[in-house]
């Protein structure tokens, strides 16, 4: 159980009376006291931002991460067939690129809201997630904050696609295939589904970290972090 605790803690910042509690239960009270975990839980998470969040902010973080690369939804996987069949392969690529180029636009703007609320997570079933799978901090907080995560994310994707062109570029694919004879109209909610492809992301790469920090010393690249995460090994 002390392999788990501070790990999945880096992930969701407990409140101060719900960290000593965890502490204490520790044998010797963890032998640190509750101001120096608190630094290096805030450290680690830091560090997890840094390390892989950001990563998908960059250009191609998302669309040459095949961790997260954003694919073509089923209804829109007819449209690049079909456009490829007929000599317009370029103009799918493009049309795939630029749903990845919103995604790591958005993502710059909305790492500081998932930072909040990560922050504002209190746990109240510990227990099950400490003793739980490699990414079981991940799964909780993708469950208490996917919500309100995506209500941030989707105006923030649905800016992003003009800023980086997407919506011409889909508005250009879309109207060549529609006029394509034979071929029934699409008209996809694209913003909804590149927001939903977006998260997808981030809570992927924070499980990343979340199992490097679990598995890994040298993932701990502070003297803090060191002193911390020395409790569950």
Known sequence: MKKLILTLCCFSLFSCAELQQVVNNLPNGGGLDQTTI???LRQALD???DKQVT???KKD???KNQLV???LPEELQKVDQTLRSI???SLADKGIIALNRAAEDAVKGATPIFIDAVKDISFNDAKNILLGADN???SYLETKTNTALYNQFNPVIKNSFSKVGADQIWTNIITKYNAIPMTNNVNPDLTDYVTEQALKGVYKMISVEEKEIRTKISSRSTALLKQVFALQD
């Open 61 to 63: 973080g998302y669309y």
């Open 38 to 40: 608190g630094n290096g």
């Open 47 to 49: 560090a997890g931002i």
């Open 136 to 138: 079981a901090a991940t």
């Open 55 to 57: 990563k998908l902010t």
């Open 69 to 71: 690369k954003i694919l």
């Open 87 to 89: 000599g317009l392969g």
